[in-house]
Nanobody, 124 residues
Framework: QVQLVESGGGLVQAGGSLRLSCAAS????????MGWFRQAPGKEREFLAA????????DIADFVKGRFTISRDYAKNTVDLHMNSLKSEDTAVYYC?????????????????WGQGTQVTVSS
């Protein structure tokens, strides 16, 4: 079992930045993949970024590349999503997810563990 807790969401003005953190506990290891997704009202959950727990590889969705990055904080044992140049269309609930498939995955159904989500609201 893996437990995930997101933090860092909130209200930010357009053009601003936020850092979301995902604290993981339980059975994380070098084969674990950590992903960030988001879901806006009436829309499907969409992939944003993923990173191996070891930090050996990562992937960023094309539509946020250049604005969002993902990183591991080994001291805090978190996976962080750094979001810059935020737009009103980035408003959504942001979720952290984990799997043990040993490879970067982009589909929500490829992740077994999910956090409760954190709301990000970007005001224009």
């Amino acid at each position: 079992q893996v437990q995930l807790v997101e933090s860092g969401g909130g209200l930010v003005q357009a053009g601003g930045s936020l850092r979301l953190s995902c604290a993981a506990s339980g059975r994380t290891n070098s084969n674990s993949v950590m992903g960030w997704f988001r879901q806006a009202p009436g829309k499907e959950r969409e992939f944003l970024a993923a990173i191996m727990w070891s930090g050996s590889s990562l992937d960023i969705a094309d539509f946020v590349k250049g604005r969002f990055t993902i990183s591991r904080d080994y001291a805090k044992n978190t996976v962080d999503l750094h979001m810059n140049s935020l737009k009103s269309e980035d408003t959504a609930v942001y979720y952290c997810a984990a799997n043990e498939r040993m490879a970067i995955a982009k589909a929500p159904n490829q992740y077994e563990y999910w956090g409760q989500g954190t709301q990000v609201t970007v005001s224009s």
